[in-house]
C-alpha cells in the first residue's frame, strides 16, 4: 500500500507541475532509481532537471531532505520564465544497508508550492573488518567482543528473552575465559557462555532473565559482569540490564492506561540538609484497575506510593514527592522515581527532578 501511495504522489505532482500555475516547476523525472549499489564504493548521485514553466522568476527557498545521508546541490538564484537547471542529489549509503526510499522535499512560492522527488534502491552492505565487527578488547590476549551492554528492556515472565553479545579469540592460541556478575546484582541473570576459545574460533555471550511468573517479581534488573581471562580479570566490565514487568494481554480493550502531572519536578535553589516536597497527581485513564506492581526511588528521594496501591477506572490520586539534598551533594543534581504498574501499553514511567543545591 506504501508503495502504491508513493507511485500515486508522484502521479499527482507530475500533473500538478504541467497544469497547475501554483506549481510552476516541471521536474524531467520524479523518482530515480539507483539500482544495486555498494556500501563500500561511497556515495552516489543524480542529477534532476526543472524547468520554469511559468510567465515569472522562480527561487527555490527550501530543500527538505528525509535522511541525514542525502545532500542537495542547486542554484540559489532566480530561474528565469522558461529557462532549466540542475539539482543533484547525493545520497550515502554508509551505514544504511538494504532496501533504501528517501524523498527530498522543495519548496517554492513562500511554501505554496511543493515537490517531492525521491531516490531508491538497494545498498550491498561491506564486508566489516574483524576490529570493526568485534570492537571491544577485553584482553591483550585476543578476546574481542562486540557489544559491552545488553539492554533487554521490558522482560516478561517464562519467555526467553535474550540478549546476545558475540565474542572471538583473534589471537594464535587458545583461551579460557571465566565471566561472572559482581558488586550489587538481580540475582536473576542466566549467564551462557563458552569457557575455551580457539584461535580464530567464535562464540556467544547468551544474557537471559528467566524468572517464573509464580515469583511475581517487578522492576528493574542491573547486572555487572566481571571477565577474566586464563584468570586474569579484565578492566573492561560488562553492564546488563533489564525492567522486570507484568505479562499482559494488551489486545484486551479493557485495560488500565496510567497517567500523571507534572512529569519534572524543579525544586529550584536548596541549600544542603533543606527538605523539599512537592505533589504529583496520579490518574487511571483507563476502564480497569491500574495496579502499583513497584516503586524505585534515586537515593535521597521518597514517595508516599507503595506497590500494591490500586486506582480505579477514571479515578486520580495525589501523591507527595520528597527529597532531602545531603551535606555532600552541590551544584545541578537530577534523579526520581520509577513507577512499574499493570499498564500493557507502558508498564514503567518516570517522575524526574531536579535541584540546584548550593
Not at 576459545?197 to 532473565?209: A, I
Request: hydrophobic content about 30%.
Amino acid at each position: 500500500m506504501f508503495v502504491i501511495g508513493i507511485i500515486g504522489t508522484v502521479g499527482l505532482l507530475s500533473a500538478q507541475t504541467t497544469s497547475n500555475p501554483t506549481t510552476p516547476l516541471s521536474f524531467d523525472v520524479h523518482t530515480w532509481n539507483f539500482g544495486e549499489i555498494d556500501e563500500a564504493s561511497g556515495k552516489v548521485s543524480h542529477t534532476f532537471t526543472y524547468t520554469n514553466t511559468s510567465h515569472r522568476p522562480i527561487v527555490i527557498e527550501h530543500v527538505k531532505m528525509s535522511c541525514g545521508c542525502t545532500t542537495a546541490s542547486y542554484s540559489k538564484a532566480p530561474l528565469l520564465p522558461g529557462r532549466t537547471e540542475e539539482m543533484v542529489i547525493t545520497f550515502d549509503p554508509t551505514k544504511q544497508p538494504g532496501r533504501f526510499h528517501k524523498t527530498i522535499q522543495i519548496t517554492t512560492d513562500k511554501g505554496k508550492a511543493l515537490y517531492n522527488i525521491h531516490l531508491t534502491g538497494q545498498v550491498n552492505p561491506r564486508i566489516l573488518k574483524v576490529d570493526e565487527q568485534y570492537p571491544y578488547r577485553l584482553s591483550p590476549k585476543g578476546l574481542q567482543l562486540d557489544a559491552v551492554k545488553a539492554k533487554l528492556g521490558y522482560v516478561y515472565p517464562e519467555k526467553g528473552q535474550k540478549k546476545i553479545i558475540h565474542l572471538i579469540n583473534t589471537s594464535e592460541k587458545e583461551i579460557f575465559l571465566q565471566i561472572k556478575s559482581i558488586g550489587t546484582n538481580s540475582g536473576k541473570l542466566k549467564i551462557d557462555y563458552p569457557t575455551t576459545l580457539k584461535p580464530n574460533e567464535k562464540g556467544m555471550l547468551v544474557l537471559s532473565y528467566p524468572y517464573k511468573r509464580s515469583e511475581q517479581y517487578y522492576g528493574t534488573m542491573t547486572d555487572t559482569l566481571e571477565v577474566s581471562v586464563k584468570g586474569v580479570k579484565q578492566t573492561q566490565l560488562i553492564q546488563v540490564s533489564g525492567i522486570a514487568v507484568e505479562e499482559t494481554d494488551k489486545t484486551q480493550k479493557v485495560h488500565p492506561q496510567f497517567r500523571y502531572q507534572p512529569s519534572m519536578v524543579n525544586f529550584g535553589n536548596k541549600t544542603s540538609n533543606e527538605p523539599c516536597s512537592a505533589t504529583i497527581q496520579l490518574y487511571n485513564d483507563g476502564k480497569a484497575p491500574l495496579i502499583i506492581r513497584k516503586v524505585e526511588c534515586t537515593p535521597g528521594c521518597t514517595i508516599d506510593l507503595s506497590k500494591g496501591t490500586t486506582i480505579g477506572p477514571g479515578k486520580q490520586k495525589s501523591i507527595t514527592l520528597r527529597f532531602t539534598p545531603s551535606s555532600h551533594l552541590k551544584g545541578n543534581q537530577t534523579g526520581g522515581i520509577s513507577i512499574i504498574t499493570n499498564d500493557p501499553n507502558r508498564p514503567l514511567r518516570e517522575i524526574r527532578y531536579k535541584i540546584n543545591i548550593k
